[in-house]
T-cell receptor
Framework: GDSVTQMEGPVTLSEEAFLTINCTYT??????LFWYVQYPGEGLQLLLK?????DKGSNKGFEATYRKETTSFHLEKGSVQVSDSAVYFC?????????????FGQGTRLTINP | SQTIHQWPATLVQPVGSPLSLECTVE??????LYWYRQAAGRGLQLLFY??????ISSEVPQNLSASRPQDRQFILSSKKLLLSDSGFYLC??????????FGPGTRLLVL
């Protein structure tokens, strides 16, 4: 079945550092790809998405590019802030499935120190 | 605009007791609805989804069940809770494009 693999956490960085969280996927169809963020004690919020190869999703300074050749969707940010501390989930949705089920990675906990 | 509500926000229940968690969506019609569980330190697992009233699909066999008595209402239930049912339960909805939108979640602790 479809699956998503994220880099192991936790990740700890200093403020203004460059961030990369790796995400690779396995899918039989042509999935859409997502990054969701979960702040402490809250539900999930959509951070960004890409629906086809070479698309770049971006939001709040975060970016991720849909790379079909490497089956990857790595999350990047040039200069992180303390407020970016959260758990980040990579996910895919197979557009061929009518129910549009999401398959999530295990999540990566990010802590930014001032 | 659309909003999604879950309640209760937090619940502490003894082993063997029943469970009922509710999710409602406002501002849309005929959404797809989903229940996910996030166990401590782990990712999200899809438990149930529904594409319409009375239509429930189960992804993982367990002692939980789901129902959709109204178009925008999704209920997660159990007759007898187990310790392993503890976790953070998230409801989500989708209509149209692929994006799912999540509720605030219910934190369940079974003792």
């Amino acid at each position: 079945g479809d699956s998503v693999t994220q880099m192991e956490g936790p990740v700890t960085l200093s403020e203004e550092a460059f961030l990369t969280i790796n995400c690779t996927y396995t899918a039989t169809g042509y999935p859409s790809l997502f990054w969701y963020v979960q702040y402490p004690g809250e539900g999930l919020q959509l951070l960004l998405k890409a629906t086809k190869a070479d698309d770049k999703g971006s939001n709040k300074g975060f970016e991720a590019t849909y790379r079909k050749e490497t089956t990857s969707f790595h999350l990047e940010k040039g200069s992180v802030q303390v407020s970016d501390s959260a758990v980040y989930f990579c996910a895919l949705s197979d557009s061929n499935q009518g129910a549009q089920k999401l398959v999530f990675g295990q999540g990566t906990r990010l802590t930014i120190n001032p | 605009s659309q909003t999604i509500h879950q309640w209760p926000a937090t619940l502490v229940q003894p082993v063997g007791s029943p469970l009922s968690l509710e999710c409602t969506v406002e501002g849309t019609s005929n959404p797809n609805l989903y229940w996910y569980r996030q166990a401590a330190g782990r990712g999200l697992q899809l438990l149930f989804y529904s594409v319409g009233i009375g239509q429930i699909s189960s992804e993982v066999p367990q002692n939980l069940s789901a129902s959709r008595p109204q178009d925008r209402q999704f209920i997660l239930s159990s007759k007898k809770l187990l310790l392993s049912d503890s976790g953070f339960y998230l409801c989500a909805w989708r209509r149209g494009p692929e994006t799912q939108y999540f509720g605030p979640g219910t934190r369940l602790l079974v003792l």
